[in-house]
């Protein structure tokens, strides 16, 4: 069982967009997923709730702080059949409770927006992380993100420089997109919404799956089917 902590103390930076779309990816393969969300406010477990009857099964966990008449270890199980746990941290979170996170991790992911504020706050704790005995001996690996990128500023200096300096590469960009917000609202994720109306967004994000899961090419198959695709599309418009 591999986990995967999706994790930025700033609110607004997309951490449930790419879990949910982290635990779509997995869903839509048909590889057994829980899903477990730190998050008082439950957004991933609201998400969870909006998923189509006929959809493939995620298994939704809530590790959220425990309240009166609530067994936090009893909503926090994961099916031993769980091939890839997806954590959903939630905003602010620090010390013990990043602790907690972290001693379950096998990999981190953290999405960030490229901007002045959200650097500030973000690159204090990339280098908080980075100094975390699970991630500096690398038992743990970890990985940046941009998020709700602009399309007019697809590269932001600012932001390789931070990353420079702790000694990291970009691992993805996700473009700001309303395809992302779509999915989310109807309970899917964009692996499971019609291929040809994710197409952009899916090849963003497999950079993300092909860490995670450590399967290299990923990215480029999808790039050789659509190609394929479309080459099948243009033959049959030409008779």
């Given at each position: 069982m591999k986990t995967t902590l999706v994790v930025n103390p700033k609110g607004g930076a997309g951490k449930t967009t790419v879990a949910i779309n982290l635990a779509s990816y997995f869903a839509a393969e048909q590889i057994p997923v829980?899903?477990?969300?730190?998050?008082?406010?439950?957004?991933?477990?609201?998400?969870?709730?909006?998923?189509?009857?006929?959809?493939?099964?995620?298994h939704a966990a809530n590790a959220a702080p425990e309240k009166y008449g609530r067994l936090r270890s009893f909503d926090m199980y994961v099916p031993p059949e769980t091939r890839h746990v997806i954590i959903d941290a939630p905003a602010g979170c620090g010390g013990v409770l990043l602790q907690e996170m972290l001693a379950r991790a096998t990999s981190v992911v953290v999405p960030l927006v490229p901007s002045t504020i959200d650097l500030h706050a973000t690159?204090?704790?990339?280098?908080?992380?980075?100094?975390?005995?699970?991630v500096k001996y690398g038992h743990v690996r970890m990985a940046v993100v941009a998020n709700k990128v602009?399309?007019?500023?697809?590269?932001?200096?600012?932001?390789?420089?931070?990353?420079?300096?702790l000694g990291r590469k970009l691992l993805a960009r996700l473009i700001d997109s309303d395809v992302f917000l779509r999915a989310a609202e109807s309970g899917t994720g964009i692996f499971e919404?019609?291929?040809?109306?994710?197409?952009?967004?899916r090849r963003q994000f497999l950079p993300i799956v092909e860490w995670v899961t450590d399967q290299p090419g990923l990215a480029e198959a999808a790039q050789q089917a659509v190609a394929v695709c479309d080459l099948a599309r243009s033959r049959s418009a030409f008779g």
């Open positions: 829980a899903l477990m969300d730190y998050d008082p406010q439950g957004s991933s477990l609201h998400w969870l709730r909006l998923r189509p009857p006929e959809a493939m099964k995620i690159g204090n704790f990339l280098r908080e992380l980075t100094a975390m005995g699970p602009r399309r007019s500023m697809p590269a932001y200096a600012p932001l390789q420089t931070l990353l420079d300096s919404l019609n291929a040809g109306l994710s197409a952009a967004e």
